[in-house]
């Protein structure tokens, strides 16, 4: 069994990845923690730090600051979840790639081998309602997919 569990830093992709891990045990299955990071959220972000500070000259320094963090952010949560992996005795296995979120998870999960993805319900925003990346790729999903709340 190869689960592909699909981390983007909130609380709900990572209690994704602790079912993940618990199917892999009893299962003596592989988890594959999966992240996508979009440079355009950090050029976003640095947009807005310029616009708010009224220092428009420095946003591509704000840009590679927030970009260096996200990085660092998404490596450290994956850090965590291998060493739960680790202790738990499930093989695991992380990758951060850059991109569309949309595209790469699709060309991921469906072309990986994966027995299943699991996925939080909701995304780092914490809105009540779906996630807007999970209505857009869950039907596209070929392999079976677990939705966690």
Same mark, same amino acid.
């Given at each position: 069994m190869k689960i592909l569990v699909l981390i983007d830093g909130s609380k709900w992709s990572q209690k994704a990845a602790l079912h993940a891990i618990a199917i892999a045990k009893k299962r003596g299955g592989k988890v594959i923690l999966f992240s996508v990071l979009d440079r355009r959220e950090a050029k976003s972000m640095a947009f807005? +730090?310029? @616009?708010? &500070?009224? *220092? +428009? #000259?420095? /946003? !591509? &320094?704000? !840009?590679? #600051? /927030?970009? *260096?963090? @996200?990085?660092?952010g998404i490596r450290g949560i994956m850090t965590n979840l291998m060493e739960l992996c680790h202790k738990e005795g499930v093989n695991c296995s992380f990758r951060i790639v850059e991109g569309s979120a949309k595209e790469t998870i699709l060309r991921e999960a469906n072309s990986g081998g994966y027995t299943l993805v699991v996925m939080g319900a909701y995304g780092r925003s914490g809105k009540t309602? /779906?996630? &807007?990346? +999970? #209505?857009?790729?869950?039907? @596209? /999903?070929?392999?079976p997919t677990m939705i966690v709340r």
């Open positions: 807005n +730090l310029s @616009m708010f &500070s009224d *220092k +428009l #000259e420095k /946003i !591509e &320094s704000f !840009e590679e #600051e /927030i970009w *260096k963090e @996200m990085k660092k309602r /779906i996630g &807007s990346l +999970l #209505e857009e790729v869950v039907g @596209m /999903i070929k392999v």
